[in-house]
């Protein structure tokens, strides 16, 4: 009956409306639903049942999308072996590392809200630097795309090792951190291998992570049952209605969550910065506007930088797909097409 509650229905819509931003735009749930989760105070607000719960629902989730992709045939296997055996292990390991830097429940919550305030603004610099990175490529000349390239063993294993590392500790980096570490040792990988790769490597990846929390905090099920009820449809939901949104103002919106979420959890947890006694919602909010402004201006200046106009096509959701310029276009046709811009996703 805990389930049928106030608490529960906001931890439904809240669960809803992550899933739809991850429908929309392949950002990893975690970097949004745990703070969400924590500035709802479910749980009682501590760090640790809030990573639990979610970690154990994007096991749920993310299966379902790893099994589309299987019986579509786009994950590279072999790839995601290597990503799999470096990250699993540590995502076992993460909570148990922690839970050895401290026993105390207050100074675990402290350092759990200072690991994801930390993972939260390492999570939209490596979101810009991936657009930052694609549309470099996109002026070279772009990838011919290779679907089967030669692995890279050791940086592999390196990155599902980090990547691992910093999803069984805060429940962030599955669908971000790892992502643009994948476009940068494969940028031939097409987008469908690259998604789909992920998505594979993730579900182990998180189930581990999840059965080592577990182990640890236990499972508050008031919490994980209405958000896999929620975020199950609502990632679904998502992916159908992407086409039709537009996608640039929303991935700009995620940095600039992405970025006050972060900077909150870092002042929640008294980060010395930012102060020990008190919060700051003013500065926060200051914060968040900084960003709104400089992010498009930043954007702006790499353009011209690239030689493109300071706004227009490749837009950020063109960008975003990887695929964008990777046809049989020389980089001078691509260049003098760089104004005409194409509207929805690029297949």
């Known amino acids: 009956m805990d389930i049928l509650t106030l608490t529960a229905l906001s931890i439904l819509v809240a669960g809803f409306v992550v899933g739809v931003v991850v429908g929309l735009t392949g950002m990893g749930g975690g970097a949004l639903m745990t703070p969400a989760l924590i500035f709802l105070g479910v749980g009682s607000g501590e760090a640790a049942t809030i990573v639990t719960a979610d970690l154990t629902a994007a096991a749920v989730y993310k299966s379902g999308g790893a099994v589309v992709h299987a019986r579509q045939g786009s994950p590279n296997f072999e790839l995601a072996k290597w990503l799999i055996i470096g990250s699993v292990p ?3 390991l993460g909570p148990y590392m922690v839970k ?8 675990l919550d402290k350092v759990l809200k200072l690991s994801i305030g930390f993972a939260l603004l390492f999570a939209a610099a490596t979101y810009a630097l991936r657009l930052y990175i694609n549309l470099r490529a996109v002026r070279s000349g772009g990838h011919a795309g290779d679907p089967d390239p030669k692995i890279k063993v050791l ?4 990155v599902g090792m980090l990547g691992g590392l910093l999803v069984g500790i805060t429940s962030v980096g599955s669908g971000s951190v790892i992502m643009i570490a994948l476009l940068m040792l494969y940028p031939g990988l097409s987008a469908v291998k690259l998604v789909g790769t992920d998505l594979v490597q993730a579900v182990p990846l998180v189930l581990a992570a999840a059965i080592a929390n577990i182990a640890i905090h ?5 919490i994980a049952i209405p958000l896999i009820i929620g975020s199950v449809p609502g990632t679904i939901l998502g992916s159908k209605i992407a086409p039709r949104v537009p996608q640039s103002f929303i991935r700009r919106g995620i940095v600039v969550v992405l970025t006050m979420s972060g900077v909150a959890l870092l002042d929640k ?8 006694e008190e919060t700051h919602p003013v500065l926060i909010v200051v914060v968040g506007l900084v960003v709104a402004v400089l992010v498009p201006l930043v954007w702006g200046v ?9 706004m227009g096509a490749p837009t950020v959701s063109e960008l975003d797909n990887w695929t964008y310029g ?3 276009h020389t980089p001078r046709q691509r260049k003098d097409s760089a104004t005409d811009r194409v509207d929805g996703p690029v297949d």
């Open 269 to 276: 947890a008294g980060w010395a910065p930012l102060g020990r």
């Open 326 to 328: 990777r046809s049989t």
């Open 100 to 107: 050895i830097f401290t026993s105390d429940a207050e100074q």
């Open 302 to 310: 790499l353009r011209k930088e690239q030689g493109l106009p300071f």
């Open 90 to 92: 540590m995502a076992f």
């Open 155 to 158: 940086p592999t294993l390196l």
């Open 218 to 222: 236990g499972l508050d099920w008031s």
